[in-house]
């Protein structure tokens, strides 16, 4: 379960005492805003585990340590409990480049608000710009200038791909900025417009 912010908590607690009393299962709760990871799992034995941060490849190492494949002590970002307490395993920051286009396959796309994309369609969201390099008094992003882009071609295979094989045309990037750098936004403009994928797109940008 992804928390949002602070008042998501509640909520998930409750909602993982409720899965875990029908269903043999496991609960993992996410998100960068989670403080306080040892009075979580203390307090709540629903909780299984707590990523913190990125969550994408510790979720691939956690499914895998459930089989035997990997050890819990070696998943990044990975809060859990052992003898004495709960433990905190080092963050690690991966290369955007190293995942594999998002499959929709199974995904019930009617199920979300058809007009969300400019009062037209539902928008299947996608990112490829993490963090952000810029130091804005308002912004609560804690990347302190670092920032991570997927390599404009690998954009384009992704858009082209779910355009394709998927049928989707309408995009909501979810990057923390579209325009972190003026070059690369630059190439990723001329990548976009070359390949004509005939696809629409939203993000948000920084003034200036």
């Known amino acids: 379960m992804s928390?949002?912010?602070?008042?998501?908590?509640?909520?998930?607690f409750l909602l993982?005492?409720?899965?875990?009393?029908?269903?043999?299962?496991?609960?993992?709760?996410?998100?960068?805003?989670?403080?306080?990871?040892?009075d979580i799992l203390a307090g709540h034995p629903a909780v299984d585990w707590i990523v913190r941060g990125e969550g994408e490849v510790p979720l691939?190492?956690?499914?895998?340590?459930l089989h035997g494949a990997w050890q819990l002590d070696r998943i990044p970002n990975l809060i859990y409990r052992a003898a004495g307490g709960a433990r905190?395993?080092?963050?690690?920051?991966?290369?955007?480049?190293?995942?594999?286009t998002p499959v929709p396959d199974g995904l019930d796309r009617s199920a979300y608000d058809q007009d969300a994309f400019l009062g037209r369609a539902a928008a299947f969201p996608y990112f490829f710009i993490k963090d952000c390099p810029f130091h804005c008094a308002f912004c609560g992003n804690t990347s302190k200038g670092t920032c991570r882009m997927r390599d404009p071609a690998r954009?384009?295979?992704?858009?082209?791909?779910?355009?394709?094989?998927h049928g989707i045309r309408q995009f909501y990037f979810l990057n923390t900025l579209?325009?972190?750098?003026?070059?690369?936004?630059?190439?990723?403009?001329d990548a976009l417009e070359e390949a004509a994928l005939?696809?629409?797109?939203?993000d948000c940008c920084r003034p200036g």
Request: aromatic content about 6%; overall charge negative.
């Open 198 to 202: 005939d696809v629409e797109w939203t």
């Open 60 to 65: 691939l190492l956690l499914a895998a340590s």
């Open 3 to 12: 928390i949002e912010a602070p008042e998501d908590l509640t909520f998930a």
């Open 88 to 100: 905190e395993n080092p963050p690690a920051y991966h290369d955007l480049d190293v995942f594999e």
């Open 178 to 189: 579209i325009n972190v750098r003026d070059d690369y936004l630059e190439a990723l403009l």
């Open 155 to 165: 954009v384009v295979r992704d858009l082209r791909t779910l355009r394709e094989n």
């Open 16 to 38: 993982a005492r409720c899965l875990k009393a029908r269903a043999a299962v496991r609960i993992v709760l996410g998100g960068r805003i989670l403080v306080r990871a040892s």
